[in-house]
């Protein structure tokens, strides 16, 4: 039925604006007695063989909610009952923020794809903490945490400490957001002597809390083999918990949708199919290499069973899905969960 008749209507309304049309739409659905558990009996699939343990948690399922769905933490409580393992809110900065200037998703139905270049728009981290107060605990929640577009460089390590501290008591576990294509000066943040610092000065925050909370970094697709072992010295360096492979691509190359059309579009970070093989393949590269020495959460592409097994196969231990789940519908996760039972 989604494919059927809900996405084409969806389809014909902006990007940004049906998202926000379903948000709120699901919101006051739930709010009706009985609804959540109509959509937890249709789309929930629990089964002990699908708990996975990572960096001293426990997962009901290996099929998480990618950063970028609910960025403001509205509705995780809700997104809950379509059956996701864990569900990841943000990326979070320490003070709100507009974004990039609308429109700023684009749709390429051809490639089964997005082009984004929100720019981290958010209502800041206090407003993030205060929804993250109601959680009902149905589902693990990670923190994706960045930096404010208008800070300078020597403001970086402070704008993710003080998301940091902020979140650590009302998340599982923390998401370091440096791969970001949509937002200014992120460049600085992938140089390795910068990133060990920022990472270095986040894990000192988190050994002053009673409870160590794991931290997770997310990388781009787009990354040479050179660039990934870079990543692998600064995981056993930082004492990080794992890897989060890939955020969206700056890549074009292979796309059905005419050059004309990307030209209107403009630039902006790549999700949906055209990114599953680079981002598997970096999985594999980094599961290999490092001779699984830390957890990957593959995401990237993942639109059927096949896609998320191939990322589970590769190396990851846990995948996450987004694009996919506006193409295909919420189905996707209890079919994936199912696909897992049965391999």
């Known amino acids: 039925m989604y494919k059927a008749i809900i996405r084409p209507l969806f ?57 970028g769905f609910d960025k403001n933490a509205v509705l995780f409580n809700e997104l809950a009952n379509f059956g996701f393992g864990f569900i990841e809110i ?28 929100m720019g981290f728009n958010n209502g800041g981290v206090l407003a993030a903490v205060e929804k993250l107060k109601h959680n009902n605990n149905s589902v693990l929640i990670g923190g994706n945490i960045g930096k404010n577009t208008t800070s300078t460089s020597d403001q970086y390590a402070s704008d993710y400490t003080i998301c940091f501290n902020a979140l650590h008591p009302y998340v599982d576990y923390f998401v370091v957001n440096v791969s970001c294509p949509n937002v200014g000066s992120m460049a600085k943040l992938q140089d390795k002597d910068f990133l060990l610092d920022l990472l270095s000065q986040i894990q000192l925050a988190n050994r002053k809390f009673d409870t160590y909370k794991p931290v997770l970094l ?23 918990d794992g890897v989060i492979a890939s955020n969206t691509s700056t890549d074009r190359s292979a796309l059905k ?56 196969a590769a190396g990851a231990d846990l995948v996450q899905i987004y694009t996919g789940f506006i193409y295909e519908g919420p189905g996707l996760i209890k079919r994936i969960n199912k696909a897992i039972l049965k391999g």
């Open 218 to 240: 997310k990388i781009a697709p787009d990354l040479n083999h050179n660039q990934l072992d870079e990543i692998i010295e600064l995981i056993a360096e930082t004492k990080l």
């Open 257 to 312: 949708t005419s050059t004309t059309r990307l030209e209107e579009i403009g630039n902006g970070g790549l999700s949906g199919k055209p990114v599953g093989d680079v981002s598997t393949e970096t999985i594999k590269y980094l599961a290999q290499k490092s001779k699984k020495a830390f957890p990957i959460i593959g995401v990237g592409g993942i639109h059927s069973e096949q896609d998320a097994l191939d990322k589970l």
């Open 90 to 117: 943000g990326t979070v900065t320490p003070v709100a923020q507009e974004g990039n200037p609308k429109k700023r998703i684009f749709r390429l139905i051809e490639d089964n794809a997005l082009i984004n270049r």
């Open 11 to 67: 389809f014909l309304f902006d990007p940004e604006k049906i998202h926000h049309f379903t948000f709120a739409n699901i919101r006051i659905l739930c709010k009706i007695p009985g609804v959540g558990f109509i959509f937890r009996k249709i789309y929930l699939l629990e089964d002990p063989k699908l708990e996975r343990k990572l960096f001293g948690l426990t997962f009901k399922n290996p099929v998480g909610l990618a950063a």
